[in-house]
């Protein structure tokens, strides 16, 4: 099984809809990262969590982290099209050395 | 500020052939790691270097390598190149274990026909 679940694996939502994607991790975590990818490029930082209970936002979306449970979601506030892609957690589940595993990923689309 | 650096943007290969990839990390940032991402298996991790010394890797054959030069930046060869290999290769980079995060450069996309 995966040491990273994420759900939904895809979601379509009415653009000005909220929305909110899970991660979910079978080990511990040292560090929560979001990030969003356009199919074929590169990830585009979002947000880095580090303490349980920690909360980030940027403009419309807001990521917490849940060390107890080890997880982590993601929500978006009245989604937009320039929302729509492909949304990854990478997991530092080590501690000690710069390497993450990652989620299947969700990929979201938002119909105007 | 310069953002990571990845040449070439696509390859097309030939099964047998060899191929090294490039990435040129934010200047400062001293560990670049390498991913392999596929439409099956997703984003795996295949190795990090930091000032020059592979510390870590991931569950890829022999036929994966890598280094990392003085100045940060890092190559990545494929040697024997399979149909399989054909992915969006991404390497990151990142100051102090990842304190402020990973950054990612846009890939390399190898294709082997």
């Not at chain 1, 560090?31 to 419309?60: R, V």
């Not at chain 2, 953002?3 to 191929?19: A, D, E, F, H």
Request: charged share 15%; glycine share 10%; hydrophobic share 30%.
């Amino acid at each position: 099984s995966q040491e990273l679940e994420q759900s939904p694996q895809s979601l379509i939502v009415q653009e000005g809809k909220n929305l909110t994607i899970n991660c979910t991790s079978s080990k511990t975590l040292y560090g929560l990262y979001w990030y969003k990818q356009k199919y074929g490029e590169g990830l585009i930082f979002l947000m880095m969590l580090q303490k349980g209970g920690e909360e980030k936002s940027h403009e419309k979306i807001t990521a917490k982290l849940d060390e107890k449970k080890q997880q982590s979601s993601l929500h978006i506030t009245a989604s937009q099209p320039s929302h729509a892609g492909i949304y990854l957690c990478g997991a530092d589940t080590s501690g000690a050395t710069n390497k993450l595993i990652f989620g299947t990923g969700t990929l979201l689309a938002v119909q105007p | 500020k310069a953002g990571v650096t990845q040449t070439p943007r696509y390859l097309i290969k030939t099964r047998g052939q060899q191929v090294t990839l490039s990435c040129s990390p934010i200047s400062g940032h001293r560990s670049v790691s390498w991913y392999q991402q596929t439409p099956g298996q997703g984003l795996q991790f295949l190795f990090e270097y930091f000032s020059e010394t592979q510390r870590n890797k991931g569950n890829f054959p022999g036929r994966f390598s890598g280094r990392q030069f003085s100045n940060s930046r890092s190559e990545m060869n494929v040697s024997t190149l399979e149909l399989g290999d054909s992915a969006l290769y991404l390497c990151a980079s990142s100051s102090r274990q990842g304190l402020y995060g990973y950054t990612f450069g846009s890939g390399t996309r190898l294709t082997v026909v």
